[in-house]
């Protein structure tokens, strides 16, 4: 059953269509990646969700919701760049946002402390928040999105602000929380996409270029692949510069990469024995060789680059 539903919504800023008509359902309990370049129109998208802005026009229907409802009682939102009072400490901030969505004071510091536990900064709970780091700051905000136990949860690139380790920390937290509650992220990371998400939605240019379930769209797109590395000498340079120019048949797409070349094959047989042969009569300098098929990168290329 669809929890959210967008219909054909868009935003126009003067001069930029930020958003042009997109469409999608958000299954109860899946966890949807909402992935696309710089500049797409992820947060403008996730800004009307969350209703923070007035679309230009469309709709947004979430399951349950009467007409005239608050749609952010529903909703818990962590944004981009989220702010904090710095003076408060992170338990007075949860504080002051559980009253803000309404509940009682008891509850309020009740849920506090448990989510301030629960995102693993209980013991730091007392202590102001500018003296926080980048990643204890996250977690704050992920309890702050909590607070009023939302239906949706909804996330502007949770994770790219912070240093590894703090990635991993709140990559595992939102694995746990996946299981919990619906929830849709923005991510220029694919790999982080793949980790958690059930469904994907690639945005480019304001257009919706692709979206489904990962397994599906993975399964749909599947295409074999060769992945070369020279030792990057002036003629192996020479030779793939030549040779990604004229590729021959039965090779349907081929991107340089720092080393060498990625090659998206249609038979894979046949391009193997093409390009073995190619790379011997040319005596280019091999350092690897790889046969596999297409990864969501591949596909995110693809559709960026088709819109
Ligand atoms: N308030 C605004 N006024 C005018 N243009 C805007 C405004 N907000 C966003 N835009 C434009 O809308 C487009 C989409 O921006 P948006 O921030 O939604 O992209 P994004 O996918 O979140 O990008 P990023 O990955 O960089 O966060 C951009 O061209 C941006 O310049
Ligand atoms: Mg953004």
Sequence with gaps: MALLTVDRLTKRFEGTLAVDG??????????????GPNGAG???????????????????????????????????????????????????????????????????????????????????????????????????????????????????????????????????LLGELKSETTVLFSTHVLHDAEELCDDVLIMSAGRLAE??????????????????????????????EGWLKRLPAGFEAASATPAGARLIVRDLETARRTVIRELADADVRVTKLEVGYTTLEDLFLKAVAHS
């Design 211 to 240: 979206g489904g379930s990962l397994s599906g769209i993975r399964e749909a797109n599947r295409q074999p692949m060769m992945s070369l590395e020279t030792e990057g000498d002036s003629r192996s340079k020479e030779w793939l």
């Design 22 to 35: 997109i469409s999608f359902a958000i299954g109860e309990g899946r966890c949807v990646a909402l992935l």
């Design 42 to 172: 992820k947060t403008t998208t996730i800004r009307m969700l969350t209703g923070l802005l007035q679309p230009s026009s469309g709709a947004i229907r979430l399951e349950g919701m009467k007409p005239g409802q608050d749609l952010r009682a529903w909703i818990g939102y962590l944004p981009q760049t989220p702010a904090f009072y710095g003076w408060m400490t992170g338990r007075e901030f949860l504080v002051y946002a559980g009253r803000l969505c309404g509940l009682s004071a008891k509850e309020a510091y009740a849920r506090s402390d448990e989510l301030l536990a629960r995102v693993g900064i209980g013991a730091a709970g007392k202590r102001r928040i500018s003296g926080y780091s980048g990643g204890m700051k996250q977690r704050l905000g992920l309890a702050q999105a909590l607070i009023h136990r939302p239906k949706l949860l909804i996330l502007d690139e949770p994770v790219s602000a912070l240093d590894p380790i703090g990635r991993r920390e709140v990559m595992t």
